[in-house]
């Protein structure tokens, strides 16, 4: 009688209860692939950083270096009141070696439309001209920063 109940075993078909994914699978490495080639070619949106909420206040008027739109180099004293001077690009540097005095901040004004390896690279040769206060300038909007209370 073994023989029997064996023999109906192997007639009978067994349900499987597993789920299939070599399709899902193949779907996921069509769409990785699609991805990869498509993100190359999308271009990264404009952003516009020069406006902050809070910034720190500054203790002494900064040595002021400008950059406008067209990449043209200014330097201003603050702290004396002095006019803008136009200053070339080989020579900001020096002029500001020159008339920077002793622990004066120096800060880099640059228009928002200025790319951004152009004031990188100002900030990188004045840092190694040895500035060791130097920052950025940037526009305060009037609102709060969160979490603070106007006065």
Known sequence: MS???AGNRRGQRRIKNEINVVPY???MLVLL???MVTAPLVT???INLPTVGQAESIPRKPF???IDEKGAFAVRDRDTGSATEQVAADQLTATVLARLQPEQPVVIAADGKVPYET?????DDLRR???SQLGLLVDQKSEPAPGQRRP
């Open 3 to 5: 023989s029997i109940r």
């Open 25 to 27: 699978i193949d779907v």
């Open 33 to 35: 692939v699609i991805f």
């Open 44 to 46: 990264p949106g404009l």
């Open 64 to 66: 002021e270096v400008q």
């Open 119 to 123: 004031v990188m690279k100002v900030m």
């Open 129 to 131: 001209s040895g500035v």
